[in-house]
């Protein structure tokens, strides 16, 4: 499968650890995106790559939160000091230049507990 | 924060009907996407229409959008068991950040 690919898909941790996340793009995609879904509504845009320079960053991620892509290639979501606000399932996309539409990846769902 | 708003936002139908579910929006964009969410394969792009089309099909799927009215209207026609699912209207202003509402969840009764 050459899809988008998130790891881990589950991840259950307590309050104030700090968890990270992965995301593989599909392989010829530049751009890069994170974002976070709760229950009953529509994902919210977190961060975007293009190759490996982060663009664009939203209000939500606070500054525990924290996106790296080196190299353009694979890209890793950390949370630290989680709080119960965190659960949410985080979603990975990619896109090709020039194309809006995004791929995305399964998600990694977070529990913080 | 949330620009589109899916309507209804949940709708269930004998399988071989027609769904239709709306989507509104509050600022200018640059093309609205649809994409559909199931536990099996997470979020799936399904159509993309641009601000200067009107209407656009693929297979059993038409899409309308009305840039004055800022809305846009999913159909999808002889419906399947296999479209029960979440559906959700993206807009892209022009800076890539897609903007999601909170879907529509369409069950398909067999």
């Known amino acids: 499968d050459t899809g988008v690919s998130q790891d881990p898909r589950h991840k259950i941790t307590k309050r104030g650890q700090n968890v990270t996340f992965r995301c593989d793009p599909i392989?010829?995609?530049?751009?890069l995106y994170w974002y976070r879904q709760t229950l009953g509504q529509g994902p919210e845009f977190l961060t975007y790559f293009q190759n490996e320079a982060q663009l664009e960053k939203s209000r939500l991620l606070s500054d525990r939160f924290s996106a790296e892509r080196p190299k353009g290639s694979f890209s890793t979501l950390e949370i630290q000091r989680t709080e119960q606000g965190d659960s949410a399932m985080y979603l990975c996309?990619?896109?090709?230049?020039?194309?809006?539409?995004?791929?995305f990846g399964q998600g990694t769902r977070l529990t913080v507990v | 924060s949330q620009q589109g708003e899916e309507d209804p936002q949940a709708l269930s139908i004998q399988e071989g009907e027609n769904a239709t579910m709306n989507c509104s929006y509050k600022?200018?964009?640059?093309?609205l996407q649809w994409y559909r969410q199931n536990s099996g394969r997470g979020l799936v792009h399904l159509i993309l229409?641009?601000?200067n089309e009107r209407e656009k099909h693929s297979g059993r799927l038409r899409v309308t959008l009305d840039t004055s009215k800022k809305s846009s209207s999913l159909l999808i026609t002889a419906s399947r068991a296999a479209d029960t699912a979440s559906y959700f209207c993206a807009t892209d202003e022009g800076n890539y950040q897609l903007i999601w509402g909170a879907g529509t969840k369409l069950i398909i009764k067999p």
């Open positions: 600022t200018s964009i640059n093309n």
């Open positions: 229409i641009r601000s």
């Open positions: 392989s010829e995609h530049n751009r």
């Open positions: 996309a990619s896109s090709p230049q020039g194309i809006t539409e995004a791929f």
